[in-house]
């Protein structure tokens, strides 16, 4: 298997399973800031030019949560659980790609992916409006992690890799995330998680 990836926001969360779950795959960077994305070779993986992309065999997946779920399947993980749960998972999947991910990657773009990419300074409007949306989406998953550990209960699944993959940006994005406590303590327990916290593999440009 091959994951191609950049240190971004989709393919945090899927470098972070893949290490979690002692997946047998080869990292390849793929540099962003160079348009690698838009090489040939690349676009016949993943027409979207985008990433992350997983390659096993034959078989070519990308989105984030896609790859995740092949990965947990192919190591016989639950973290994709194969009972009811499974429907809650991709439950949260849906939010939050509709609704925090969304809210909260408006901020990351605005703060962190414009300065990277010199795309110019932050938008107030846009910023405005993504901070509102978060802290509504926000309230929602505070409510619902009150009284259990991880978003499913007492069990870790991809569904909290999913939709906390936007928090290890938060202070660099200005997410208001201090303003909710049960989020707070659920980014917390994660950032516990070695595999979450430092999700990338050693490159050697890194140890030069």
């Excluded at 989709?10 to 348009?35: N, T």
Aim: glycine share 6%; aromatic share 12%.
């Amino acid at each position: 298997m091959k994951l191609y990836y950049f240190d971004t926001l989709q393919p945090r969360k899927v470098c972070a399973a893949a290490k979690y779950l002692k997946a047998p795959v080869e990292y390849v960077y793929v540099d962003l800031l160079k348009g690698e994305q838009r090489s040939p070779g690349y676009l016949e993986l993943n027409p979207n030019g985008k990433v992350p992309t997983l390659t096993d065999g034959e078989r070519t997946l990308w989105e984030a949560d896609a790859i995740m779920c092949a990965l947990a399947a192919r190591m016989g993980s639950d973290l994709w659980p194969h009972d009811a749960r499974q429907a809650d998972v991709i439950r949260w999947f849906s939010w939050n790609s509709q609704h925090f991910n969304r809210a909260g990657g408006a901020l990351y773009f605005e703060h962190m992916v414009k300065a990277r990419f010199r795309l110019g300074e932050p938008d107030a409007a846009e910023v405005a409006r993504a901070l509102q949306d978060f802290r509504g989406y926000a309230g929602i998953l505070n409510d619902h992690l009150r009284g259990k550990r991880w978003l499913l209960g007492d069990s870790l699944t991809l569904a909290d890799f999913s939709v906390a993959g936007v928090l290890p940006f938060a202070e660099g994005s200005h997410m208001p995330l201090r303003e909710f406590p049960e989020v707070s303590r659920w980014n917390d327990q994660l950032n516990a998680i070695e595999a979450w916290r430092n999700p990338y593999p050693a490159r050697q440009q890194d140890a030069a």
